[in-house]
């Protein structure tokens, strides 16, 4: 498919940019507790498992799961067959080695990890690290031939992983597998895991949903002692520990990951039929709206009854404003979303309320179906003049996540610090504005390097 799918983009940029907005805010007791994660409150912002509800930050990786699953079925296109299986399997190999090393270079040279008090070597090193991220992950195929190609990006890849495992870091410490960026490790689980899934499933959806319950099961039944707990703690081949790359606790995240798939393979659908109404599609995405807004207030604050009411009447409203569009992509859309919402909301007494950690069911379904309904507001805002303008600019953010998921830590952060510019942004907390100024500084000029590299069309791949 030659045209890319623009709300989907957007999603994924709106994502990947509320994730760093989200670690760039002042910390402490400048902002109030729903601009952090829930279970993770200020001032002292100490982990409470026994904490309930969920904030906007709690919606983040959840929507980029989503849409890395939508993903799948543009990247997958044709069905498996036996003597096809074994490119499939390399794909799925092949992502999920590059996302391993990027989790475990990119946490590595991050300045603070480098040294306990970075110096100006520290920052050039993380500068640096960027760069060969850069010849690693580039895609060179319109400047190289596909042998020259293989030969750099190997090249640079062994480069990274002698500089990354011979050198010392903060406190004397040598080079760990277990020091890794966990998203970027979940990233990878959930490539190689949906490549699998989609590949062989394309075409047996009722094979993607089953897989759902089976996981379940085994979350549940690892509780007690079993083969299954067995199974769900195995973490090793021989004496070889790979917990370090995988855990079966990371097949969680397929609950966001294999609704997105059903949504990509419904978007590209939607984008291949006429809209009937515009205007009844424009109200719709601002009910959406008022949907996800609704339900954060009300879980965070635990109003849940009314939260109940309130997210059926919006439903009920985006429904008859739906089937007055007359396009079946779209009520499918929002029949998936509303199911799993309604679900999600069904299981919030269970585990002792919603909660992103531990995460829980009522989580997983709550979020896959705000999922779906953000994505339906992105859809809608095509058709609007002055919210195209968002739409675009998250979407230039989607077609780059990699870059700008570690501009940030590797080149922004260096820049400031070598620059001297880092202390004034630091002292960015002296009041609930300023501190969320400090996100937005540092967010905004992130997404301007994300929007250069996409305008130069220097995309990272795996």
């Not at 904030?55 to 296109?77: K, N, Y």
């Not at 959806?205 to 707990?229: D, N, T």
Request: proline share 4%; aromatic share 18%.
């Amino acid at each position: 498919m030659k045209q890319r799918l623009e709300s989907l983009d957007a999603l994924r940029g709106f994502a990947i940019l509320t994730m760093v907005l989200s670690g760039s805010i002042a910390f402490g007791d400048v902002l109030p507790g729903w601009m952090y994660h829930a279970q993770v409150p200020p001032p002292a912002h100490v982990f409470d498992p026994t904490r309930p509800g969920i904030t906007w930050v709690d919606l983040v990786f959840p929507f980029f799961l989503f849409s890395m699953g939508a993903a799948f079925p543009l990247v997958i296109r044709q069905p498996i067959q036996k003597d096809t299986f074994s490119n499939l399997f390399w794909l799925a190999i092949r992502r999920f080695v590059l996302l391993l090393f990027f989790a475990l270079f990119t946490q590595h040279f991050k300045a603070w990890v480098l040294s306990d008090q970075p110096r100006t070597m520290d920052q050039l090193q993380s500068l640096s690290a960027f760069m060969l991220l850069f010849v690693v992950l580039y895609d060179w195929r319109s400047i190289l031939a596909d042998r020259m190609r293989t030969m750099l990006r190997v090249i640079a890849l062994i480069a990274s992983i002698v500089w990354m495992t011979q050198i010392h870091y903060a406190k004397e410490a040598s080079f760990d597998l277990y020091r890794s960026d966990i998203i970027l490790m979940v990233l990878a689980n959930m490539a190689f895991f949906g490549t699998i899934i989609y590949g062989c499933a394309q075409h047996r959806p009722w094979v993607r949903v089953a897989i759902l319950p089976v996981i379940m099961g085994i979350f549940l039944s690892a509780k007690q002692p079993g083969w299954v707990k067995d199974f769900y703690s195995f973490d090793s081949i021989g004496s070889f520990k790979i917990d370090w790359a995988y855990k079966f606790y990371f097949l969680k995240y397929l609950f966001f990951v294999i609704p997105g798939m059903f949504a990509g393979e419904w978007l590209m659908q939607l984008q291949a039929s006429p809209v009937s109404s515009e205007k009844s599609l424009r109200r719709a995405g601002w009910l959406e709206l008022m949907l996800i807004g609704w339900n954060l207030f009300g879980l965070y604050t635990r109003q849940l009854e009314l939260n109940l009411i309130g997210s059926v009447m919006i439903l009920v409203s985006m429904y008859l404003l739906l089937r007055s569009n007359a396009n079946q992509n779209l009520l499918k859309f929002f029949q998936a979303g509303a199911y799993l919402l309604l679900l999600g909301l069904v299981f919030e007494a269970f585990e002792g309320g919603i909660k992103k950690d531990p995460s829980n069911y009522s989580y997983y379904f709550v979020c896959s179906g705000l999922a779906f309904v953000a994505l339906i507001v992105f859809e809608s805002w095509r058709f609007d003049r002055i919210l195209r303008i968002p739409l675009n600019y998250f979407s230039v953010q989607g077609q780059n996540p990699m870059v700008a998921y570690v501009a940030g830590s590797l080149l922004l952060l260096p820049l400031m610090t070598l620059s001297g510019v880092k202390p004034y942004w630091d002292a960015m907390h002296q009041n609930a504005w300023m501190g969320f100024a400090k996100g937005v500084v540092f967010t905004g000029i992130v997404s301007l390097i994300t929007y250069l590299f996409v305008k130069k069309r220097w995309f990272w791949r795996t």
